[in-house]
């Protein structure tokens, strides 16, 4: 067997005493591998000096054995063959360590999700599988070395990134913990998605009366940095010591604390309006789904925060009307230039939601094309009281009441067509209950149609809501639609659906067809992930590191997620996730220092060539090139370095050793293999 020899050190390699415990799982393992022939094939192996079973590996009385065992037959290294590493290797390792054992000498075999669960009907096959899987690990931790963590600093500051209601309920709970926090929000105004809604569901309170409170406590919360029209620009660091810097975009327009900084006595923006009138640029207003106009200097919407106007220079002329009318407060600056901003910050936050799916793609729809077909979004405006109609449901197409209104679900969702998305977008079916409620409500007479797959009502009071819009009247019509097609004359709209219970299709006439269209990952979101160094799902929804256990923190130390930018999620669990993230993100802040594991690259400068190839591999930005006495060679950050392998495995000149995963404990591992344990 080869030695594995750290380049750090010169000691040569004790003599391998190796203790290998099984687990029985109950009948997870036991059910499917014969334990006692696993255990006595063990005993055969090179290096082992103990070999032991149990019921419950994990269990208490299985780890003080472990600890037990350890002393009493002088074991350097330990072998638990059970379930997966990801759920239970840390609890072995406590119980390593609690035997005088380095944690870092220990090794697990997975027989259950990896053998015993799927070979559940080949026990012969299962247990000959599970002794390759025993002999493997063994081989492994027979040159396995110490290996000690190393602690950084934290700084006491932290930073979300989107600000809506997920984004803003994190930072509420981060600043209440007393941790200065950066709140960064790429639109003129916080509140995300959230703030186009009229009525959430199901308790149908007016979105915009809970979520305006929440608003301006984020507005004056003594520990927030609020910095709206921003975005993230780059990126150093690693845990507990984030260097980011952040484009605070121009908006023309000085806040009173601006404009006191520049010596303006009284000046700077108080949202008085003056400004608006004048403008003589008209442009569609994006809130309003462009069904509302506004200037090229602007609010956002009444309720914005912070209260303040916002040119846009794709569309302002600087004709300087608005500087005229702004007088003596010079509020006004036209010739404001982006600021790039860098601060320090522990731990981040990433809450950049959800977009709608462009569902113009799917052309058999008619949405663009056809003017009585909106979407779910625009309808929310329609029927919104500050939306452009005044909360008055007209058709786009004359402003007339529609009476008879279909409602399209899973509308690019649940699609495998390789045009929309094969996911649910989980909140659509209660939203379009929600509207067809509102319909009802607010135009006597008025009939919805719900063209649905299934209904998905998943949530507290959301089955009985339901069921309430069923005895309101609203007309439920399984199967998916095909096609919409319009009269040229009366712009109304035929659908065209296959009733799947009745077994018959159907054409039916409405005035209007709203389409609960999929939701997808926000542009800015790929591209700030990508800035962290965090993985997402392949449809672009970013990936938790673990999805029962961990489902706010990330595979990058320090970065957590909150909202729908993990997935498509309702308000109730998106502000439910933000607040498990900031509780996950305020940790190693109040601890002021945090434990990072040892799975680093070390890089052998006599074999560095420092060609630099392996600088651009990594995906954690954690290598680079120095001079060091007279040659450049490569250098490892060890805080930021997951121990990936990837410089590793591409290194030419076999100058970097991976921690944990050296190449003479691999080439062990697949020697194992091959050899069937006769090295």
């Known amino acids: 067997m080869a030695e594995a020899v ?25 059910g499917s591998i014969d334990i006692d022939a696993v255990k006595e094939y063990a005993k055969t192996l090179p290096n082992v000096a103990y070999v032991d079973d149990y019921k419950y590996q994990c269990s208490m009385p299985g780890q003080v054995n472990i600890r037990e065992q350890i002393d009493a037959n002088k074991l350097t290294g330990v072998v638990v063959a059970a379930c997966t590493p990801r759920l239970h290797e840390p609890t072995f390792r406590a119980a390593s360590k609690d035997g005088g054992l380095n944690p870092f000498r220990f090794e697990m075999a997975n027989i259950r999700e990896q053998n015993s669960w799927v070979h559940m009907h080949d026990r012969e096959g299962a247990t000959e599988k599970a002794k390759d899987a025993v002999r493997i690990a063994v081989a492994k931790a027979a040159l396995l070395e110490d290996l000690y963590p190393k602690s950084v ?19 509420l709970d981060l600043a209440n913990a007393g941790i200065k926090t950066y709140l960064i929000e790429k639109e003129p105004s916080i509140g995300g998605r959230m703030s186009q809604l009229d009525k959430t569901f199901p308790t149908l309170d007016c979105s ?29 660091g690693y845990i507990g010591n984030f260097d980011v810097t952040i484009r605070r975009k121009a908006t023309g327009v000085l806040s009173p604390e601006e404009a006191e900084a520049k010596g303006i006595v009284g000046g700077g923006c108080t949202g008085c309006g003056d ?65 790039l901003v860098q601060v320090k910050v522990g731990t981040v936050i990433l809450a950049t939601g959800y977009e709608v799916f462009p569902i113009e793609n799917k052309e058999e729809w008619g949405y663009k094309r056809y003017d009585n077909v909106i979407t779910s979004l625009e309808f929310e405006r329609l029927i919104c009281a500050s939306g452009p109609t005044g909360g008055h449901l007209v058709r786009p197409s004359d402003g007339e009441t529609p009476m008879r209104i279909g409602f399209v679900l899973c509308a690019g969702s649940r699609d495998n067509t390789g045009i929309g998305k094969p996911y649910c977008s989980r909140f659509c079916c209660m939203y379009s209950l929600k509207h067809a409620h ?55 709209v ?186």
Not at 14 to 28: A, D, L, Q
Not at 444 to 451: H, M, S, T
Not at 553 to 566: E, I, K, N, P
Request: hydrophobic share 40%.
């Open 208 to 236: 915009q009366c809970i979520l305006t409170p929440k608003m301006v406590d984020v507005g004056r919360a003594e520990n927030i940095v609020l910095m709206v029209n921003s975005e993230v620009e780059d990126v150093e």
């Open 494 to 679: 035929t659908v065209y659906v296959e009733d799947t219970l009745l077994g018959r299709p159907m054409e039916i006439e409405l005035d209007m067809v709203v389409l609960a269209a999929a939701v997808q990952p926000t542009e800015l979101t790929n591209k700030t992930r990508k800035l962290f160094g965090v993985s997402c799902s392949q449809d672009g929804w970013l990936l938790e590191a673990h999805p029962k256990l961990n489902p706010c923190g990330t595979t990058t130390a320090g970065v957590f997620l909150a909202g729908a930018c993990q997935g498509p999620k309702d308000i109730p669990d998106s502000v439910a996730q933000a607040e498990g993230a900031a509780s996950a993100a305020s940790i190693p802040i109040h601890k002021g220092e945090v434990e990072l594991e040892p799975y680093y690259a070390m890089c052998i400068e006599e074999k560095c060539a420092g060609c630099g190839m392996c600088v651009n591999l990594c995906p954690y930005q954690a290598l680079s090139l120095v001079e060091k006495d007279g040659r450049t060679v490569m250098q490892v950050t060890e805080a930021k370095c997951k121990g990936c392998g990837t410089c590793g495995g591409f290194c030419p000149g076999g100058a970097i050793w991976m921690n944990h995963f050296a190449t003479p404990q691999i080439v062990a591992q697949i020697d194992a293999f091959l050899l069937g344990g006769e090295q």
């Open 6 to 30: 750290s380049p750090t050190t010169s000691k040569k390699p004790e003599t391998p005493r190796i203790g290998v415990f099984i687990c029985h799982c109950g009948t997870n393992i036991a």
């Open 438 to 492: 509102q319909i009802i409500e607010k135009i006597p007479g008025a009939v919805p149609y719900i063209f649905y797959m299934d209904i998905r009502s998943f949530g507290k009071m959301y089955e009985e809501f339901y069921y309430r819009i069923q005895d309101e009247g609203a007309k439920f019509i399984r199967g998916r639609v095909s096609n919409i097609q319009e009269d040229p004359v009366t712009k109304n």
């Open 153 to 171: 600093p934290v700084e006491r500051a932290a930073m979300v990134v989107g600000a809506g209601v997920a984004g803003m309920q994190a930072a």
């Open 275 to 339: 400004c608006g009138p004048v403008c003589p640029v008209t442009k569609p207003n994006e809130f309003e789904m462009n069904m509302a106009p506004r200037k090229a200097i602007y609010i956002y919407h009444p309720q914005v925060v912070p209260l303040l106007y916002t040119i846009d220079w794709d569309s302002c002329v600087k004709c300087g009307l608005c500087v005229e009318a702004c007088g003596e407060k010079k509020a006004i600056d036209l010739e404001m230039q982006d600021e």
